[in-house]
């Protein structure tokens, strides 16, 4: 007899999912991906100055605010009919670049790492590394708590999953743990290059339409570049070679998590100010085989989802009116779709199209981990493999913005000036590090009449549209192996694969509409 799991909310991710799963002979059989969160920024955004949109679109998410403000003013680009300049076109890429870095490194170790990490393995640490041993006295203290029966809350450590589901071997668990403290490090020097251009972070103030904000000052340059030599030294030597570890420690994991075999990529880091050529290239796979890609194929389906919009909208044309209550729905995710079939999105994605797009650096990075592995190019369509393209594409991005840094001319123009026209519409398409990101804008009377934001999250965490096709995450969980139905690793091991963030993906009530009335007690 089947029997059904609920992990609500899944931990160590941005946002709250709800996964469902029913599990019948100790696999899988039938999986549900539901965004419990209502909240959003397109109505916020209607009436205002088209202006205002990269700076309220960047509060939609604290983890990758660089890539909405990217989006954004790619969006308002394309709606005033201007580009920005070299100086301006680098820029953006550095502050986006180095915001990729920060979240990859964030997603492996401090969200997904404890996945695999036998955090009680610190307790046979012996050195004098003081934050261990701050780490190992706290998580003894838990092992004390639990092993009384009092209730144990010393996040993100304890408590866990408890299983032979973690790294047997007591040195490699304490070396892992030691690069989990020490890629906090590094996440505060990824956040440090961001802020060099962009002022602050989160919410940067270094991007508008038409490039930058500020001049690439020779200072500027050498403090950005100084900061991003130590994260190259710690992601070729440290980042890089730990997931290698784990695809080799946990082989199984390279046979699940398997999707579609679908994947979408918008390209990112423009090489050319018109956008016409990308570092990462834009292109669809539909079964390993791939397309070219076309904006036109996207359209965003409801039938699942908690909105009784129209449904097979395409994104500018898009409506969010919610209906809480609506028979048949389980999530405030809408459903896109490319060509009428799911798509996965994100670093497996991006990777996917630029190795069959034959992309030198790409190529190279991937096929020395698959020759240590053992395997090819399918293997990013797995849990482990999710994990793998994420660290071969922020060592290569890390690589190419040393080339980009020193391409800066501080004598040259930054920003290309612009007029708000009355009437106009947008899009701008990019890649968040979790995946594609477009917005959507439609401007009348010189203010926002309508704006759209498709994210990653909502490609990969969607539910099923109205021909019943699964979202990628729900499809991936099919055939999960689950020893123990209260210790279901294996299911979020696969979703946190993905590195949903749910903020980017839910949308909001429309003004003066009340969605439902809930009593507290």
Same mark, same amino acid.
């Given at each position: 007899?089947?029997?059904?799991?609920?992990?609500?909310?899944?931990?160590?991710?941005?946002?709250?999912?709800?996964?469902?799963?029913?599990?019948?002979?100790?696999?899988?059989?039938?999986?549900?991906? #539901?965004?419990?969160?209502?909240?959003?920024?397109?109505?916020?955004?209607?009436?205002?100055?088209?202006?205002?949109?990269?700076?309220?679109?960047?509060?939609?998410?604290?983890?990758?605010?660089?890539?909405?403000?990217?989006?954004?003013?790619?969006?308002?680009?394309?709606?005033?009919?201007?580009?920005?300049?070299?100086?301006? +076109?680098?820029?953006?890429?550095?502050?986006?670049?180095?915001?990729?870095?920060?979240?990859?490194?964030?997603?492996?170790?401090?969200?997904?790492?404890?996945?695999?990490?036998?955090?009680?393995?610190?307790?046979?640490?012996?050195?004098?590394?003081?934050?261990?041993?701050?780490?190992?006295?706290?998580?003894?203290?838990?092992?004390?708590?639990?092993?009384?029966?009092?209730?144990?809350?010393?996040?993100?450590?304890?408590?866990?999953?408890?299983?032979?589901?973690?790294?047997?071997?007591?040195?490699?668990?304490?070396?892992?743990?030691?690069?989990?403290?020490?890629?906090?490090? +590094?996440?505060?020097? #990824?956040?440090?290059?961001?802020?060099?251009?962009?002022?602050?972070?989160?919410?940067?103030?270094?991007? +508008?339409?038409?490039?930058?904000?500020?001049?690439?000052?020779?200072?500027?340059?050498?403090?950005?570049?100084?900061?991003?030599?130590?994260?190259?030294?710690?992601?070729?030597?440290?980042?890089?070679?730990?997931?290698?570890?784990?695809?080799?420690?946990?082989?199984?994991?390279?046979?699940?998590?398997?999707?579609?075999?679908?994947?979408?990529?918008?390209?990112?880091?423009?090489?050319?100010?018109?956008?016409?050529?990308?570092?990462?290239? #834009?292109?669809?796979?539909?079964?390993?085989?791939?397309?070219?890609?076309?904006?036109?194929?996207?359209?965003?389906?409801?039938?699942?989802?908690?909105?009784?919009?129209?449904?097979?909208?395409?994104?500018?044309?898009?409506?969010?009116?919610?209906?809480?209550?609506?028979?048949?729905?389980?999530?405030?995710?809408?459903?896109?779709?490319?060509?009428?079939?799911?798509?996965?999105?994100?670093?497996?994605?991006?990777?996917?199209?630029?190795?069959?797009?034959?992309?030198?650096?790409?190529?190279?990075?991937?096929?020395?981990?698959?020759?240590?592995?053992?395997?090819?190019?399918?293997?990013?369509?797995?849990?482990?493999?999710?994990?793998?393209?994420?660290?071969?594409?922020?060592?290569?991005? #890390?690589?190419?913005?040393?080339?980009?840094?020193?391409?800066?001319?501080?004598?040259?123009?930054?920003?290309?000036?612009?007029?708000?026209?009355?009437?106009?519409?947008?899009?701008?398409?990019?890649?968040?590090?979790?995946?594609?990101?477009?917005?959507?804008?439609?401007?009348?009377?010189?203010?926002?009449?309508?704006?759209?934001?498709?994210?990653?999250?909502?490609?990969?965490?969607?539910?099923?549209?109205?021909?019943?096709?699964?979202?990628?995450?729900?499809?991936?969980?099919?055939?999960?192996?689950?020893?123990?139905?209260?210790?279901?690793?294996?299911?979020?091991?696969?979703?946190?694969?993905?590195?949903?963030?749910?903020?980017?993906?839910?949308?909001?009530?429309?003004?003066?509409?009340?969605?439902?009335?809930?009593?507290?007690?």
């Amino acid at each position: 007899m089947a029997k059904k799991i609920v992990i609500d909310p899944i931990t160590r991710i941005e946002g709250h999912l709800k996964i469902e799963v029913e599990v019948k002979g100790g696999k899988v059989v039938d999986a549900w991906s #539901a965004g419990e969160m209502f909240r959003g920024f397109e109505r916020i955004l209607i009436g205002r100055n088209p202006v205002d949109a990269q700076h309220i679109t960047q509060r939609i998410c604290g983890v990758c605010p660089a890539s909405h403000a990217q989006a954004s003013t790619l969006n308002l680009d394309s709606a005033f009919g201007i580009h920005p300049p070299k100086n301006g +076109m680098l820029i953006r890429n550095l502050m986006l670049g180095a915001n990729f870095i920060q979240s990859h490194i964030l997603h492996f170790y401090h969200l997904a790492a404890l996945d695999y990490v036998d955090i009680t393995a610190i307790a046979q640490y012996k050195g004098a590394d003081k934050n261990l041993q701050r780490v190992r006295d706290w998580v003894l203290n838990g092992l004390e708590q639990q092993k009384a029966g009092e209730p144990v809350a010393i996040g993100p450590f304890l408590p866990r999953y408890e299983g032979d589901y973690y790294i047997k071997d007591t040195a490699i668990n304490i070396e892992l743990i030691a690069h989990y403290l020490k890629a906090l490090d +590094m996440r505060m020097k #990824a956040h440090e290059m961001l802020t060099v251009f962009g002022g602050k972070m989160p919410h940067e103030i270094g991007i +508008m339409p038409g490039g930058a904000t500020q001049k690439p000052t020779v200072d500027k340059i050498v403090h950005y570049r100084m900061r991003l030599v130590e994260l190259i030294d710690f992601i070729d030597n440290v980042y890089v070679p730990d997931v290698v570890l784990l695809g080799k420690a946990f082989v199984q994991c390279t046979k699940t998590g398997v999707g579609y075999g679908n994947y979408l990529a918008y390209g990112v880091f423009e090489e050319k100010e018109d956008g016409s050529k990308k570092f990462l290239p #834009a292109g669809a796979v539909k079964n390993w085989k791939l397309e070219e890609f076309d904006h036109n194929k996207i359209a965003e389906y409801v039938e699942r989802s908690r909105y009784s919009s129209k449904s097979g909208l395409y994104p500018q044309d898009g409506e969010t009116i919610p209906d809480p209550d609506k028979k048949g729905a389980y999530s405030w995710l809408k459903a896109p779709r490319y060509d009428g079939v799911p798509m996965e999105v994100g670093p497996a994605a991006r990777m996917v199209v630029a190795y069959l797009k034959g992309h030198p650096e790409v190529k190279k990075e991937l096929d020395a981990a698959f020759k240590e592995l053992g395997a090819d190019l399918k293997v990013l369509n797995s849990t482990v493999g999710r994990h793998l393209a994420r660290a071969i594409e922020c060592k290569v991005v #890390a690589h190419k913005l040393l080339d980009y840094v020193i391409q800066l001319d501080p004598d040259k123009p930054f920003h290309t000036p612009f007029e708000i026209p009355e009437e106009s519409k947008g899009m701008g398409l990019t890649e968040a590090p979790r995946g594609a990101l477009g917005h959507w804008i439609v401007i009348k009377g010189g203010k926002i009449a309508n704006y759209q934001a498709v994210v990653p999250t909502t490609w990969n965490a969607c539910p099923r549209d109205g021909k019943g096709q699964m979202g990628p995450i729900e499809k991936a969980l099919m055939g999960a192996p689950v020893d123990d139905p209260k210790n279901p690793i294996e299911p979020a091991r696969i979703v946190r694969s993905f590195d949903p963030c749910i903020a980017c993906a839910v949308h909001i009530v429309e003004a003066g509409r009340e969605v439902t009335a809930v009593k507290i007690v």
